[in-house]
């Protein structure tokens, strides 16, 4: 269904709520002060308030739906994370990407696949502040990243108050290059890249998440022994 169709499918209620508060907004600081460009950004969030466009959409997707060229889309998206996005969610959001990685040929990048262009700055940021670059070249969402920014990154979003013990685990299991975590991850990215580019590896490829996300979850690193065993 379009989404001018879905318009009439809302409840009226949700749409008096939104409707007074884009008003508002548009009479400050004074009737049509604000500026088109400010418009069109205003009613796209509002539009994702009333859930006629998803918090997260695709740039495909609001190229269909709003019948606007891939920059527009772009940059309305880019916009609307910029005016909403907190910095916890910007990282909850990455750690999601992180855990679904794309082991690209001969394991010389990895990759991650990004819809959200203004995540793509904050990762950005975020690995040159630990000293590591990306390579934007091949596509707009897709970024890759060497093995060793990756591991870096994948590393500074493990909690602190785990990281020992999950260190432990994989030396355990096999997966140490040195006696840090993230020469352990890095022993443990090596094998996963290595697993899924053999068609035994398939299987954990198209489970990823099922697996990375563990490092991330209190429950979960007790199950990282039991699950990456296997692979070493």
Known sequence: MKLIDKIDSLNSDDIKVVFK????????????????RDLDILLFIKLQKLKLIS????IYE???????????????LYESKLRQSTTKQLDEELIEIITNP?????NDKIGLEIGNPYLIDYIKDKLKKINHITDGSFSPELIKLTPEAFEALFE???????????????????????TT???ALKGMFKKLGSKIADKVGEEIGENIVDYLSLFFKKDGISKIEDKFKGIF
Request: aromatic share 8%; glycine share 4%; no cysteine.
């Open 21 to 36: 508060e884009l008003v508002k907004d548009y009479f400050s600081p004074a009737f049509g002060s604000i500026s088109k």
């Open 55 to 58: 918090e997260n959409p695709e």
């Open 62 to 76: 609001l190229i269909s739906e709003l019948r606007v060229t891939r920059a527009k889309a772009r940059s309305l």
């Open 102 to 106: 794309i082991f690209l040929k001969d």
């Open 156 to 178: 500074s979003y493990v909690p602190n108050e785990s990281k020992t013990e999950i260190l432990k685990i994989l030396i355990s299991i096999g997966a140490k290059e040195d």
């Open 181 to 183: 975590l993230k020469g």
